[in-house]
Structures are given as C-alpha cells and as structure tokens.
C-alpha cells in the first residue's frame, strides 16, 4: 500500500507545532517492525504532499489533488485539519462514503473556513461532503457544549470512552463495523489522542482515560479486513513532545498492522 506524508502543521492552532515531523519519524520506526502480528511483511511505497506550512489554502489544495489520484492508502499526519481536504477527495472517488473516526475530541468546535484540527469534522458535514448519518465516532472524552449538543442534533453515531467501557471493546468493534459495512465505503481516521496518554504522551491535547495500545490495534486489526475500507490516516503525533518515542512507535505500529 502507498504511505502518503503530510507534514502539515498549519492547521493545528499552535498546538500541533512538530507533527510536522511525524510523517518521517513514523516511517524510521515502522522500519524496526519485520512483520504484523499475523505474520506479513506487506511492503509499501513513500509519497508526500508537498506542503506550505504557511499556507492552510494552498496545502488543503494539494493534499486533495494528491489524494484524488490515488487508490488505497494510509495518510500519515500532521494535525487532524488534513482529514478535511483528503476526505473530500476521497468522497469524489468514493460516493456516499462514511468515516470511522477515534479522537478523543469531537472536532466539531467551530465552523471556521478553512477548518482547523477543532472543526474539520463539523464543516465537512455543514459543507454537505459527509453525511452525519455516515459518522461513527470512537473514545471521545472531553467535549465543549456545543459539540455534544452538535452530536446529538445531527444524530451522529457515538461511543464515548465511558460507553466503551460499559459494553467493552470487543462488542464495541462489532456495533461499529455492523454499521459500517452498510456504507459504500470508508475512511478511517486516527486521532492519536484517542490512546491514553500512559501509551502515547506524543501530542498535544493529552486526555486521560483513553484506549490502551493494546485496543486500538485491536480495533484496527478488525476493522482493516472490512471488505470497504478505502483509506486510513494517522493524525495527531508530535514526536517533540513524546517519551522514550512511545508514540512515534504506536503510530507506526498501527501502520504495520493496516498496511
Ligand atoms: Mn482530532
């Protein structure tokens, strides 16, 4: 499968300053990994988006156009504002697709055009390229009002972290790919918050109370061999602000099992 760097930082509100790096350092370590846990060495093959750090406009533009042209692939952030241009590119090819999306956070704060990594989610459903009926959010766990109130007006499809917990991974994982297999396609973002930060203190809006390492493969594990799975991205990493490379390391190992 191709491996597609952004390392776009531009859209992250200061907090996400050094995911711009991530893209590499993920692929350093996804080196160190011969194999995935049932035993494949899937290769995969390098491109890039050639950013403007500066430019939020002139990056979403290229990121589209790259992602138009390709098929099948894993996107490796950067901040969680790449997912806007890439889905809309990935929805022109892929008509009616849904997205399974784990973050911690809702990302629909604000409507601000172009979106950052608080509101790409909101605006791809106001701007009408997703359908909220087509969104299955994972392990959210710290809200602003107006986004839970969002969720729920739109009927957007959720498992908080305290849900998850109740009904346990395992029952979780098969209430979502139910879903999700009734949709034409789907993406699937990774938010890289959505682990707890004891396994991946690499980012910046840390929130406790999240997945283990251990869960979120599970979940990826399961979720790749859906026979509509188009594309995968991996957001959120700043390897500047990780420990012992724990995140970097979990990012790439999530890549090795969906390659
Ligand atoms: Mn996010």
């Known amino acids: 499968m191709k491996l597609i760097k952004v390392g776009f930082s531009g859209g992250g509100l200061g907090k996400a300053n050094g995911s711009e790096v ?11 990994l011969y194999s995935n846990e049932d035993g494949f060495f899937n290769e995969f093959q390098i491109e890039a988006v050639d950013v403007v750090n500066s430019n939020i406009i002139e990056t979403n533009k290229r990121i589209f156009d790259k992602i138009k042209s390709s098929n099948k692939c894993i996107l490796l952030g950067g901040d969680h504002s790449i997912t806007y241009s890439s889905f ?16 911690a956070h809702p990302d629909c704060e604000n409507n601000f055009s172009p979106p950052t990594q608080e509101d790409y989610l909101k605006v791809l459903i106001e701007e009408g390229f997703l359908n909220p009926a087509k969104v299955i959010l994972i392990g959210l766990r710290n809200w602003h009002e107006n986004e839970i109130k969002y969720l729920k007006e739109k009927g957007i499809f959720y498992f908080n972290m305290k849900k998850m917990f109740d009904l346990g991974v395992n029952e979780v994982c098969s209430l979502v790919m139910e879903r999700a297999l009734l949709w034409p396609s789907v993406y699937v973002s990774v938010d890289i918050d959505v682990v707890d930060p004891a396994f991946a203190p690499g980012t910046g809006y840390c929130e406790p ?28 990493v700043c390897p500047k602000l990780d420990v012992n490379g724990l995140t970097v390391k979990l990012a790439a190992k999530l890549v090795r099992e969906v390659l």
């Open 88 to 103: 809309k590119a990935f929805v022109l090819n892929h008509p009616d697709a849904g997205m399974i999306i784990f973050d």
């Open 209 to 236: 109370g999240g997945l283990t390492s251990r869960e979120i493969i599970y979940f990826l594990q399961r979720i790749k061999k859906m026979r509509n799975v188009g594309m995968f991205d991996i957001v959120e």
């Open 22 to 32: 991530a893209p590499d350092e993920i692929i350093k370590s996804l080196y160190d």
